[in-house]
RNA sequence: GGGAGCAUGGCGGAAUUGGUAGACGCAGCGGACUUAAAAUCCGCAGACGGCAACGUUGUGGGGGUUCAAGUCCCCCUGCUCCCA
């Protein structure tokens, strides 16, 4: 494709703009404006195709770059510019590099935002999504990202959802979507349910931020339990995954491997009913111990096998629990309450009879719903027995001590048994094995692995989400809406007053329908997904992200798939992460896709952090802008001295930076430069605007470098600089000092910076290492030959291209002799290739060699580079640095790291 | 309580396999240019002592391994995160 029109004249395409530039004396030459410069290039790049995903041909080498799609709020804000900046650096290098590359963007537009803002403002929803997302690709684009928007999705658009339903219907089909009653979580502010994961561990919705209730609903599920497994497994198969992250997962999945025991039931007369209670434990090995059972208050038998005398202690307790939080149930600190029911089990293990409780702490979703109290083994259980003045058994000692020794606390660590009949003796470890051989032979339990993970709660009764597409039959129960009439739109005419039940369930029309199975009259579900459902499989539609038959073909979905580096924030760890690998791993037994993880590499970005000022007296938070000396800041009203740190940017602690006003003033190439060299990218960054000049007087030098390059009449066309006409410069004659000087610095730049941006991503010294470049240049570029000079100029440009893509463009157009109007998709430096760097540049005639004494550093000789060892040695020795500290005595030892270092130890 | 990670100048941060600690930048100081300022250019800069040459000391604290430790090992302190 050509540039149809040439929005710049070439070099020197910047007008003077009096208005920036009022000062007369550098009208000669022309000033870096980026203001200018980027909006054109950004234009004429779209134009031009150049971020098109090429189409992928067998044996090509192609490089998946993904960025965690937003939610489109409407603002972007840093962490954002953060996040695309470095997909975007990393997607632009493997282009040079000659890579095939997938880049796209869109958008995670579900969720509870714009259905409140419907409530709050009375708009449509999708119109307040569409408008959003419209002003977050314009403010995108203005960073100047590679990304190709052809391939754009948004979850809410009918499109997408389509086949967020029929990837649903595949759940429900392999047995892994289900309904079922169960306690759940409720977020009263949001009146919605939240899965596990969206709970925090204070116990409150990861959106709201509201103390979560527990409600017994009926909800859908998908049994991501089914894969706790493999998900915990195939953690290993993640090496391009931060270690902190993997270990987040392995304690969400949370294995652990006990037993499941049974107590049998006795009745009032002490005989064995038919009735047993499960109980898992991970300490079969203290099981006689076990002074009691505990049932959650939720069990089953707790109606059953209640005794007349506690029914009503009983009834009072369930009815305080159900209003209690999982948090409040379980916290360490809160004390442990509970009444018993009255009945009494067999302890299997000893015969000996021991009561039934039912207590807060234990919660019927996990395990069996069921524990054995073990007072003296377990802190919770000690607490407990101590406070109903249960009995308190010790069964483990250390070798050698008293049994009477851990009076005062659980005795959790390891020992040997006691009081334990024929198991005395044993090693704790080999006692847990032994005792639950001896359970499963004796048929009163077996070896159980146990997982903390719970099914995924998916159902949501709110509005704005992607309909379930099942229809509920009197006569034929759940009935999958057929493939062919997906999608189920979301209709339109909801009262989404937020209040009370599913939106949808009041639009009757929608609501009844025929059942697709008998045709009797049949009814919607009403529920919506997760939002975390559409975000599950995004990455996966843009492989095909026009497809209209599928969600994706096979041969697309294989070809670029798993992503190979995917970006965002850590705050994903367990929830987006988690659900997607499960998606994977479904949509692969499904045979729907052939790889069993979608994430080969990940980088956790950390966050951008604002300059905070705050009243520690008042509590109250002061606006940047109102402290008149940040070097000592005071607030302005009493005068009081303010605590300064640097803390995630927000507006209630006035210490954001709009991305907009940093690119009005200092252009999308400074924010770039700035966000990557200011901290390496997993760890926080922090704001700071004197950083920002500093990044922005760095691209203003290489603008007057490569203009005064200009003014020499140096030109890279006709490749000017290229490797071929370094070759033949090369051959021809030696180069004089600076020359030498120049290509150590360009080929140093090049191993340094190609190092820096493989494997893992070092971008801060990436552009320290392109700061050395400009400096030397800056010193020797006018002593160099036109041969070197350009090839200088050519590498740096290039090298800089990933992180400052528009004005490197502009500077290669400047230099490159070539009209603007050019066909960009060849001309462009961004088609360019990134440079091989050439070993013997590097190579020096002489090395400085450090003399130390005694392992101190006592100075330094220049040595010739090719010394060997006795060489180095027989200098070391002659030097005035040995004649000065060694006094005369011979070294009794001389270690010689040859290009390094002599050390004389007296 | 269990687990993971981190700790380097005034600040952000650099430092292959252990081999000149403090690259690069910000802030600071000195100088040049300017009537002046801004911008730009050149230079200085861990701390302590010294006019200087130079010396001592120095990567949270303590110990260890080694010719040599920011880097490896042990203990401690502090901070961050995850799980309880």
């Given at each position: 494709m050509l540039c149809s029109e040439p929005w710049s004249e070439g070099c020197g395409s910047i007008a003077h703009t009096p208005l920036l530039d009022?000062?007369?004396?550098?009208?000669?030459s022309s000033r870096y404006q980026p203001q200018a410069i980027e909006t054109g290039w950004q234009r004429a790049w779209q134009e031009n195709g150049l971020h098109d995903t090429p189409e992928l041909k067998p044996g090509d080498d192609a490089f998946y770059a993904l960025s965690m799609?937003?939610?489109?709020?409407?603002n972007l804000h840093m962490g954002h510019v953060r996040n695309y900046v470095i997909t975007d650096v990393v997607a632009r290098v493997q282009r040079l590099r000659g890579k095939k590359v997938l880049h796209p963007m869109g958008w995670d537009a579900f969720g509870l935002p714009a259905e409140n803002a419907a409530i709050e403002r009375g708009v449509d929803p999708g119109a307040w999504t569409d408008q959003n997302i419209a002003s977050m690709r314009e403010q995108l684009n203005q960073l100047g990202l590679s990304i190709d928007w052809e391939r754009e999705v948004a979850t809410c658009h009918a499109d997408y959802y389509r086949w967020t339903q029929w990837l649903f219907l595949h759940f429900l089909d392999s047995g892994l979507a289900y309904q079922k009653d169960a306690t759940v979580n409720w977020d009263p502010i949001d009146q919605t349910v939240l899965a596990n994961e969206q709970v925090d561990s204070e116990g409150r919705s990861w959106r709201s931020g509201a103390l979560v209730e527990k409600r017994k609903l009926r909800q859908w599920f998908l049994k991501i339990t089914d894969y706790a497994q493999q998900l915990l497994d195939d953690l290993s198969q993640l090496d391009g995954w931060p270690e902190r992250v993997r270990t987040m997962q392995a304690n969400w999945i949370g294995r652990s491997t006990g037993a499941e025991l049974q107590f049998t039931v006795v009745d009032a007369a002490g005989h064995d009913t038919a009735e047993r209670i499960t109980v898992f434990t991970t300490r079969p090995d203290t099981i006689f111990g076990a002074s009691y059972v505990v049932l959650a208050p939720e069990h089953p038998l707790v109606a059953e096998l209640t005794t007349a005398e506690q029914e009503i202690a009983v009834e009072a307790f369930c009815d305080l629990v159900s209003r209690q939080s999982e948090q409040e149930r379980t916290a360490e600190d809160k004390p442990k309450r509970g009444v018993p029911i009255g009945a009494q089990v067999r302890n299997p293990a000893n015969d000996e009879l021991i009561p039934i409780w039912i207590a807060d702490y234990v919660l019927a979703e996990y395990g069996t719903g069921a524990v054995m109290g073990v007072p003296a083994h377990d802190q919770r259980d000690f607490l407990f027995a101590r406070q109903y003045e249960l009995p308190v058994q010790q069964v483990i000692i250390p070798e050698g001590s008293d049994e009477h020794a851990f009076e005062g606390g659980a005795w959790t660590e390891g020992g040997v048994l006691i009081h334990s009949g024929r198991f005395d003796g044993l090693p704790n470890g080999d006692a847990k094995q032994a005792i639950t051989s001896a359970a499963a032979a004796e048929g009163w339990g077996q070896e159980k692995v146990q997982f903390r993970l719970r099914d995924w709660l998916i159902s949501r009764q709110r509005y704005w989400g992607c309909p379930i597409p099942v229809i509920h039959c009197d006569s034929c129960g759940v009935v999958p809406?057929?493939?062919?009439?997906?999608?189920?739109e979301l209709p339109q005419g909801a009262n989404l007053a937020g209040k009370g039940g599913s939106p949808l369930a009041q639009l009757e029309n929608w609501v009844n329908v025929s059942c697709?199975?008998?045709?009797?009259p049949a009814k919607r579900e009403t529920d919506t997904m997760d939002t975390f459902m559409c975000s599950s499989w995004y990455y996966l539609r843009y492989s095909d992200a026009t497809n209209t038959t599928r969600p994706f073909s096979e041969d697309a979905v294989n070809s670029w798939l798993p992503v190979d580096q995917y970006v965002g924030g850590i705050e994903h760890a367990i929830l987006h992460l988690l659900y997607s690998r499960f998606f994977t791993k479904v949509l692969r037994d499904r045979g729907?896709?052939?790889?069993?993880?979608?994430?080969?590499r990940l980088l956790t970005q950390g966050m951008v952090q604002g300059i905070t000022y705050k009243n520690p007296h008042t509590g109250k938070y002061i606006a940047p802008a109102d402290v008149a000396d940040p070097t000592d800041p005071r607030d302005p009203a009493s005068g009081e001295v303010l605590e300064t740190f640097y803390e995630k940017m927000s507006k209630s602690k006035y210490n954001g930076v709009d991305p907009a006003v940093v690119i009005d003033k200092y252009g999308a190439d400074t924010a770039r430069m700035f966000i990557l060299f200011k901290a390496p990218p997993e760890k926080d960054l922090e704001w700071d605007d004197a950083d920002v000049e500093g990044q922005f007087r760095f691209l203003q030098r290489i603008w007057r470098l490569v203009d005064g390059a200009c003014e020499r009449g140096l030109s890279l066309a006709a490749g000017a600089g290229g490797p071929e006409a370094v070759v033949q410069a090369l051959a021809a004659g030696s180069l004089n000092p600076a020359e030498q000087e120049l290509r150590r610095a360009v080929h140093t730049a090049i191993t340094e910076i190609s190092d820096d941006l493989d494997g893992d991503y070092q971008f801060n010294t990436a552009v320290s290492e392109l700061m050395k470049l400009s400096n030397a240049m800056g010193t020797h570029l006018e002593n160099c030959g036109e041969v070197f000079a350009c090839e200088a100029l050519r590498t740096l440009l290039i090298l800089l291209a990933p992180f400052a893509p528009h004005l490197a463009e502009e500077l290669w157009l400047k230099l490159s002799g070539r009209n603007a109007g050019d066909a960009l998709a060849s001309s462009s430096i961004h088609a360019q290739r990134w440079p091989a760097a050439d070993a013997s540049a590097l190579v020096r005639d002489t090395v400085t060699l450090v003399i130390q004494i005694k392992g101190k550093v006592r100075g330094n000789l220049e040595v010739p580079a090719d010394a060997d060892k006795a060489t180095l040695e027989k200098l070391a020795l002659e030097s005035d640095i040995a004649a000065k500290w060694l006094e005369g005595k011979t070294p009794s030892r001389v270690i010689v790291v040859p290009g390094k270092l002599v050390n004389l130890v007296p």
């Open positions: 009022p000062s007369p004396s550098v009208s000669e799609f937003p939610y489109p709020s409407g809406v057929p493939a062919d009439q997906l999608p189920v697709p199975c008998c045709g009797q729907l896709l052939g790889f069993d993880e979608p994430f080969q």
